[in-house]
């Protein structure tokens, strides 16, 4: 089993920054990709972003240039920089991790990130 743990949401106004942190514990040897999602109300949960062991990058078109997913693996921690935020980035942003080779996932329970205009 993983668990991961979230930190770093909050409320922010609209053109500032927020920084997300996910922390992995258990049995995390196989894990590969990380990343987040989010879900706003009344809205099914996205991507927002993923990085994968080797660093690899891929984020949705809406956080281009404005976020930036980073993972240290020596931690077991990924984090999420979000510059420029727009009320359009409200939601519960939940971290995700799958192993590899089985392709089980885990999620994370959630941080709350709240932008005013």
């Known amino acids: 089993q993983v668990q991961l743990v979230e930190s770093g949401g909050g409320l922010v106004q609209a053109g500032g920054s927020l920084r997300l942190s996910c922390a992995a514990s258990?049995?995390?040897?196989?894990?590969?990709?990380m990343g987040w999602y989010r879900q706003a109300p009344g809205k099914e949960r996205e991507l927002v972003a993923v990085?994968?062991?080797?660093?690899?990058?891929n984020y949705a078109d809406s956080v281009k240039g404005r976020f930036t997913i980073s993972r240290d693996n020596v931690k077991n921690t990924i984090y999420l920089q979000m510059n420029s935020l727009e009320p359009e980035d409200t939601a519960v942003y939940y971290c995700?991790?799958?192993?590899?080779?089985?392709?089980?996932?885990?999620w994370g329970q959630g941080t709350q990130v709240q932008v005013s205009s």
């Open positions: 990085i994968s062991s080797g660093g690899s990058t």
């Open positions: 995700h991790a799958k192993r590899r080779f089985t392709g089980e996932v885990y």
């Open positions: 258990g049995s995390t040897g196989t894990i590969n990709a």
